[in-house]
C-alpha cells in the first residue's frame, strides 16, 4: 500500500519534470520541408499512406523554420547550399533536433569530390545519422524512434 | 562557407527592368527552400503587386559535380552514379548510359533483355508521372491525389524491388542486357497492375479533369508556343503539348519499341492543362505498351555472352581459362573502349536525356557529358511566366516537372 | 550516312571549308571559331536543324594545342537527323561569340561552360557563374583542377582523420 497506490485510486500520476517534459516534445515533433535530392522522395514516400507518418503527428511538414523543431537533411548538401542550410538551423528555435537522412547528408556519399560537403556534421551538429541510399521509409521510421530514446534521456540542466 | 553572400541590386542590373533599380518594383526572393519549387531552385521575382514583371531563375544548389567524378571511375562504376541524376527516372537512366556503352563497343543485346528494359522502363515513365501529378496537384491545392499516388508508386516500388533488391537506385539495366533474369513472380505482379491500374487513372481524371477550380487555375496559363518551344530546346511531354510530335520512342525507335502498338499524344494548346492531359494520356499509352510487351516476352538469355564486357557466369570460371582471365580483367582493370566519341538518347519522362561519351581507349571515360531535358525545359520558365500572377508561377513550375537533380548535374 | 545528312554535310563543308567525320553513325563538322555564328545561322534558317540540343566542352589538357574542342550538338525534327560541330578553342583566356541570339538555350548552356572551363562568350547578356558560388576560385571541369577527394575514414586511420575533419559543435 504505496503512496503511488492510494495517488493512483484517486486519478494522480506520480513521475519527475523531466520526464514529462521529454514526453511531450517527443510526442509531435514537427519537421522542417528540407528534401534536397532522392532522399526527399523517400521522405516523401515515408509521408503517404503506406508507411504512415502521420502517426507520430508528423505529417504536416512546416515550410517556415520559426516553426519546426526537427530538421531532417535529406539529400546531398551542395556548396552553394551549404550556407543557407546552415542559415535554416540557426533560425530554428530550440529546442532543435537534427537528423541526417541518407548517406550523402551523413558522410558525402557516392560521391567524394569538390561540389559536396562530406556530411552535413560540418555545418550543424546531429542527432542521428540514418544510413542507405536512399534508406527505406522503415529505416527513417527506425530513425525517428531511435531520435525519441535519446531525446527521453535528456536532462532539463544540461540543455541550457 | 557558412557566411551566406547577398546578392544587391547591382550584380543583377542587367537582368531587371528599370523599375527595380528606382525601387518601384519589388524583388522577392523566392528561396532555394521552399515547398513550391520542387527541390531547391531559387527563383528572384521583379513583382508588381502580385503581377510578375521578370523572373531570374538561381540554380546550383544541388550541383554535385557527376561529370567530373566519372572521370576517375571505370566505366562499371560510372554506372553506379547515373542513377542519381534524375532521381525520379533512375531506370531510364541506367538504359540511355547502357544503350551508350553497346553502341561505343557495338555489343549486342538479346530479345528477351529488351523486352524486360522495356517493360521496367516504361512501369518508371507511370511511376515518374504518378509523383509529378501527385506534388502538382499538391500546388493547387488537391491534396488527396498526392496521398492516392504515391499509394500506386508503392505497388510499382515493390514489382522493382523483387526485380533487383532495390526501390530506387535499381542499376538493374547494364550493358548487354539486364543483371540477372526476372523472378517468377515477376509477371503475376505485373498483369496484377495491369489491371488495377487503369480504374486508378479514371479515379484521378475524376477529380481533376473537369474540376472548375482545377481549369480555373491551369486554363490558359503558361501558353508557349511550338516555334519558341523547339527554339528553347524543349522536348518531352512540354514539347508535344504545344503539337509538336516528336518522341524519341516513334521518331527513332530503340530497344525494340517499333514493334509495339500506341500512341504520342499531343495537344495544341501549350498551356497548363494541355501538358497535365498529355501526361494523363501518356500513362494510360505506357499500360498499353506495358501489357504487349509482356505479352510478347521470349524465353532465352538476358544478356549477351561477349566476355570481354561481361563477367561470365560463376560456374564457367572454375572450368575455363579464359573465363578466368576475363573476370580477372573486368574486376581488377574493367573493360576497355575503342577511341572515339558518340551520342546516344533515350526518351525520359522529361524529355530527351541523352549521355555523350569521350573515349580515349582507357578503361575511364575522358569525358562524358549528359544532355539533361529539364535543364533545358527550365530555361523557358521566364518566358512563360511573364505578365503572370504569383499563384500562376507555382501552377507553371508544377506543369513543366523539373527535377533538380537533372537540372544541377 | 543518309543521303539527306551527306547532302547537308556537303553544304556546310563547301560554305565553310570544314572537314566531316563520322563514328558508329554520328557525325561532326569541325568549323573554325570565328565562322560559328555564320554557321548556327544557316543551321536553323535554312538547313532545318531548329533545335541545339546540347553544347558542351572537351578539355584535351594545358599542354595540347588546342585546349578545349566546344562541342554544339542540333536536332532536326524535320528531317529527323542529328549533326555535331567541333570547334577548337585555345589559350590562356578562350573566347568564343555567342550563339544565344539565334538559339535561347544557348544562355544557359554558355553560362555553364564559363563556369566549369573559362571560356568566355562575347556579347553574352549574362556571363555570371551558374553553379558555383559568385566568389568560386578555379575552373572545375578542367584536367588540371584537382578532384577534390577526401580520404575515406578506415578504422586504422579513425583518429588521425578524426582530428583534422571540421565538426560543427553549436
Redesign the interface.
Known amino acids: 500500500m504505496g503512496v503511488e497506490q492510494k495517488l493512483g485510486n484517486m486519478g494522480f500520476v506520480t513521475t519527475t519534470l523531466e520526464e514529462v517534459v521529454n514526453w511531450s516534445r517527443t510526442r509531435a515533433l514537427w519537421p522542417l520541408l528540407s528534401g534536397l535530392a532522392c532522399c526527399a522522395i523517400e521522405m516523401m514516400a515515408a509521408e503517404g499512406a503506406h508507411y504512415d507518418m502521420s502517426r507520430f503527428g508528423m505529417e504536416l511538414m512546416r515550410p517556415s523554420p520559426r516553426q519546426s523543431d526537427l530538421l531532417i537533411v535529406a539529400g546531398r548538401v551542395s556548396?552553394?547550399m551549404a550556407p543557407v542550410m546552415r542559415r535554416l538551423y540557426d533560425q530554428m528555435p530550440d529546442p532543435k533536433w537534427v537528423i541526417a537522412m541518407g548517406d550523402c547528408a551523413s558522410c558525402?556519399g557516392v560521391f567524394?569530390?569538390?561540389?559536396v560537403v562530406?556530411g552535413v556534421?560540418?555545418?550543424?551538429?546531429v542527432d542521428v545519422y540514418i544510413a542507405g541510399c536512399p534508406p527505406r521509409p522503415e529505416a527513417l521510421v527506425h530513425g525517428i524512434i531511435t531520435l525519441y530514446d535519446k531525446i527521453k534521456q535528456e536532462k532539463i540542466k544540461g540543455r541550457a | 562557407m557558412t557566411q551566406l553572400?547577398e546578392v544587391a541590386v547591382d550584380?543583377i542590373k542587367?537582368?531587371v527592368s528599370e523599375r527595380a533599380v528606382q525601387g518601384e518594383t519589388m524583388l522577392l526572393n523566392m528561396g532555394p527552400q521552399h515547398p513550391s519549387t520542387h527541390g531547391v531552385l531559387r527563383l528572384l521575382l521583379e513583382l508588381d503587386g502580385e503581377t510578375i514583371v521578370n523572373c531570374i531563375p538561381d540554380?546550383?544548389y544541388l550541383?554535385t559535380?557527376i561529370?567530373?567524378?566519372m572521370e576517375?571511375k571505370n566505366y562499371t562504376q560510372v554506372e553506379v552514379m547515373t542513377d542519381r541524376l534524375d532521381y525520379l527516372n533512375t531506370v531510364g537512366n541506367n538504359l540511355a548510359y547502357s544503350m551508350a556503352i553497346e553502341?561505343?563497343v557495338?555489343l549486342d543485346v538479346p530479345y528477351r533483355a529488351q523486352s524486360i528494359r522495356v517493360i521496367l522502363a516504361e512501369l518508371q515513365r507511370i511511376s515518374s508521372h504518378l509523383i509529378w501529378l501527385g506534388t502538382t496537384g499538391l500546388d493547387v491545392a488537391a491534396m488527396s491525389t498526392f496521398l492516392y499516388c504515391f499509394r500506386e508508386r508503392e505497388a510499382i516500388l515493390d514489382i522493382l524491388e523483387m526485380v533487383s533488391g532495390q526501390r530506387m537506385m535499381t542499376t538493374y539495366i547494364r550493358p548487354g542486357g539486364v543483371w540477372r533474369d526476372v523472378p517468377v513472380e515477376f509477371e503475376a505482379a505485373v498483369r496484377d497492375f495491369i489491371k488495377t491500374f487503369p480504374r486508378r487513372i479514371d479515379e484521378y481524371e475524376a477529380l481533376l479533369t473537369r474540376n472548375p477550380l482545377f481549369l480555373d487555375r491551369t486554363f490558359g496559363i503558361g501558353t508557349i508556343s511550338s516555334?519558341?518551344a523547339?527554339?528553347?530546346?524543349v522536348?518531352g511531354p512540354s514539347l508535344r503539348a504545344t503539337g509538336?510530335d516528336?518522341d524519341l520512342r516513334k521518331?527513332?525507335p530503340y530497344c525494340g519499341y517499333d514493334q509495339y502498338d500506341f500512341e504520342v499524344p499531343t495537344r495544341s494548346e501549350g498551356d497548363v492543362y494541355a501538358r497535365y492531359i498529355v501526361r494523363i494520356d501518356e500513362m494510360r499509352q505506357s499500360l498499353r505498351i506495358v501489357e504487349q510487351a509482356l505479352d510478347k516476352m521470349p524465353i532465352g538469355p538476358v544478356r549477351s555472352n561477349n566476355h570481354k564486357y561481361i563477367p561470365p557466369p560463376r560456374s564457367e570460371i572454375g572450368v575455363s581459362m579464359e573465363a578466368l582471365i576475363h573476370h580477372f580483367k573486368l574486376w581488377t582493370e574493367g573493360f576497355s573502349t575503342p577511341k572515339?566519341?558518340?551520342?546516344e538518347a533515350v526518351e525520359s519522362p522529361r524529355g530527351?536525356l541523352?549521355v555523350?561519351i569521350?573515349s580515349d581507349g582507357s578503361p575511364k571515360p575522358?569525358?562524358i557529358?549528359w544532355?539533361t531535358p529539364s535543364?533545358?525545359n527550365l530555361?523557358a520558365l521566364p518566358y512563360m511566366a511573364k505578365g503572370l500572377l504569383v499563384a500562376d508561377l507555382v501552377a507553371i513550375i508544377g506543369s513543366i516537372d523539373i527535377v533538380l537533380g537533372d537540372v544541377?548535374r | 550516312m543518309k543521303p539527306e545528312l551527306e547532302s547537308i554535310v556537303k553544304t556546310l563543308t563547301k560554305a565553310f571549308k570544314a572537314k566531316s567525320s563520322e563514328?558508329?553513325?554520328?557525325v561532326?563538322v569541325d568549323i573554325a571559331p570565328e565562322m560559328i555564328v555564320d554557321a548556327c545561322k544557316m543551321m536553323n534558317d535554312e538547313l532545318g536543324f531548329?533545335?541545339?540540343?546540347?553544347m558542351?566542352a572537351?578539355?584535351n589538357g594545358p599542354d595540347e594545342t588546342p585546349r578545349f574542342n566546344v562541342?554544339y550538338?542540333f536536332?532536326s525534327?524535320l528531317h529527323?537527323l542529328?549533326l555535331?560541330f567541333l570547334v577548337p578553342v585555345s589559350g590562356e583566356a578562350p573566347t568564343l561569340p555567342t550563339v544565344s541570339g539565334i538559339?535561347?538555350?544557348a544562355?544557359?548552356r554558355e553560362r555553364e561552360l564559363w563556369d566549369m572551363f573559362g571560356i568566355k562568350f562575347e556579347g553574352h547578356?549574362?556571363m555570371r557563374?551558374?553553379?558555383?558560388?559568385?566568389?568560386?576560385d578555379g575552373h572545375?571541369?578542367r584536367k588540371d583542377?584537382?578532384?577534390?577527394?577526401?580520404e575515406?575514414q578506415f578504422t586504422f586511420n579513425y583518429k588521425e582523420i578524426d582530428k583534422r575533419?571540421?565538426?560543427?559543435?553549436?
Open positions: 556548396q552553394k558525402g567524394n569530390n569538390y561540389a562530406s556534421d560540418e555545418l550543424m551538429p | 553572400e550584380q542587367h537582368l540554380i546550383g550541383h559535380g561529370e567530373k567524378n576517375s553502341k561505343l557495338d516555334d519558341v523547339v527554339n528553347f530546346g522536348t509538336v516528336w521518331n527513332r572515339g566519341a558518340i551520342y530527351e541523352g555523350y569521350v575522358y569525358r557529358h544532355r535543364f533545358d530555361q544541377d | 563514328f558508329r553513325g554520328d561532326t531548329t533545335q541545339l540540343s546540347t558542351t572537351i578539355d562541342l550538338y536536332n525534327m529527323n542529328r555535331g538559339f535561347r538555350n544562355n544557359w547578356p549574362d557563374r551558374i553553379f558555383m558560388p559568385t566568389d568560386w572545375p571541369l583542377y584537382s578532384l577534390g577527394y577526401e575515406p575533419k571540421t565538426y560543427a559543435k553549436e
